[in-house]
């Protein structure tokens, strides 16, 4: 405890109907989850659904609600084949990227929020994937102090950000203290969905409301040996 829910790749390209049924689980069980949000989406898989001039007035009705948005990248266009810190996948808007081209990424980003009113504080990569050089960018060029992409059992600081563990990409009982379930609704089918609500019907008393929280617990040994059990397993599949 606590579970969270997290859902990535809100943008003015998104499939709004799928969104729209996820804030309505949501809504039922009342919880509010982290939202990922591509600032400047030119994702190539994203090109299939039509720009929504509406989307700020969207994210506006979240926030009310008490949804976290978060960073989500910049343009959520992949180019290096690297992992860096949390290697969940070979490949990286920002893993591997030169410091400066980081930098900007992170500024521009930042600004896209500001303009429409929002601070963010949290930031989370696309495919999981950042470096040390991506740490410098969100510490120069922005207030974000708060990672969620970790594989441990609970958050913990270091190098002046609380990292929040993110271990799970659908809803189960899991042997960690704290569990970010991450959810992309643009590609989620209707089993997807029945299986989330009937999980949250179940057992909702696991969940809370996502909060931006910083931390100043150290990572543990066991944090550590749960990180190299999760890594070692996906090289073995
Ligand atoms: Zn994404």
Not at 100 to 123: C, H, M, N, S, T
Not at 209 to 214: L, S
Request: aromatic share 12%; net charge neutral; glycine share 6%.
């Amino acid at each position: 405890m606590p579970y969270y829910i997290r859902l990535d790749d809100a943008c003015e390209k998104m499939d709004v109907k799928n969104w729209a049924r996820m804030e309505e689980i949501l809504d039922r069980h009342r919880l509010a989850p982290l939202v990922g949000i591509i600032p400047c989406c030119e994702d190539p898989k994203m090109e299939q659904y039509p720009a929504d001039p509406t989307f700020w007035e969207t994210v506006s009705g979240w926030v009310q609600k008490g949804w976290v948005p978060g960073l989500h990248g910049y343009n959520h266009v992949y180019i290096t084949k690297e992992g860096g810190m949390n290697p969940v996948q070979k490949r990286s808007e920002f893993a591997g990227v030169p410091l400066d081209v980081q930098k900007e990424k992170i500024a521009d980003g930042v600004k896209v929020f500001r303009e429409r009113g929002y601070e963010p504080a949290v930031f989370f990569a696309p495919s999981h994937t950042f470096d040390r050089n991506t740490l410098t960018a969100l510490r120069e060029c922005s207030e974000i102090r708060i990672i969620s992409d970790t594989i441990a059992d609970k958050p913990y600081a270091m190098d002046g950000f609380t990292f929040i563990p993110q271990q799970s990409g659908v809803v189960r009982k899991l042997p960690f203290d704290t569990v970010t379930f991450c959810y992309h609704p643009n590609l989620m089918q209707d089993a997807d969905f029945k299986r989330l609500d009937a999980f949250l019907g179940e057992n909702r008393g696991l969940f809370r409301n996502f909060e931006a929280k910083p931390t100043d617990r150290k990572r543990s040994l066991y944090d550590l040996i749960l990180r190299e059990i999760y890594f070692l397993r996906r090289i073995g599949r």
